[in-house]
């Protein structure tokens, strides 16, 4: 008689497979001429800005446009399929192109005054500036049973 452990996830792991399947099918990179993409984009911040990146590998400067309205930054453009010469015989076209349009809400803590961006080499730089009433700050603390003792606001808590 043939015994088998019993695995209680052996079917949820069937399914896990089938969806990583799934989506590694439809965003391998490998989309069809025509089809919609979206340009690659890092956020990051330091202390006195937010800065958003870009790829817009191959596209103009009139490609594309910035817009702010409603503490949300709208990046959106066209990136369009140039045929070189009607004797073109394209076998495979793996590059998507289309239209895009990718929208960011912003903190509170940024500000599109002095905002900055920069387009070079297919790479658009956004550098926004924080606001001075949020940026951290050291906070001296006194008392009686203490010697003063600065908190320095711009270390996390716990490190």
């Known amino acids: 008689m043939f015994i088998a452990k019993y695995d209680p996830f052996r079917g949820m792991r069937g399914l896990q497979r089938e969806m990583n399947r ?4 439809r965003f391998d ?8 993409w979206n340009p690659k984009i890092d956020i990051y911040e330091n202390a006195d800005s937010m800065v958003l990146e870009a790829e817009l590998p191959g ?9 702010f309205e409603n503490n949300v930054l709208t990046l959106k453009g066209e990136r369009r399929f140039e045929k070189k010469t009607d004797e073109d015989n394209y076998h495979r076209v793996e590059r998507a192109y289309g239209e895009f349009s990718r929208s960011f809400t912003l ?7 002095n905002a900055k961006a920069e387009f070079d080499n297919g790479m658009l730089t956004v550098t926004l500036k924080k606001r001075e009433e949020t940026k951290a700050r050291k906070i001296e603390i006194t008392g009686t049973d203490t010697t003063p003792t600065t908190i320095d606001a711009t270390k996390s808590a716990g490190a």
Not at 22 to 25: E, P, R
Not at 29 to 36: L, M, Q
């Open 107 to 113: 903190p509170h803590t940024v500000t599109v005054e």
């Open 22 to 25: 799934m989506f590694s099918d």
């Open 59 to 67: 596209m103009k400067r009139e490609d594309f446009e910035l817009s």
């Open 29 to 36: 990179g490998e989309e069809a001429f025509g089809t919609a």
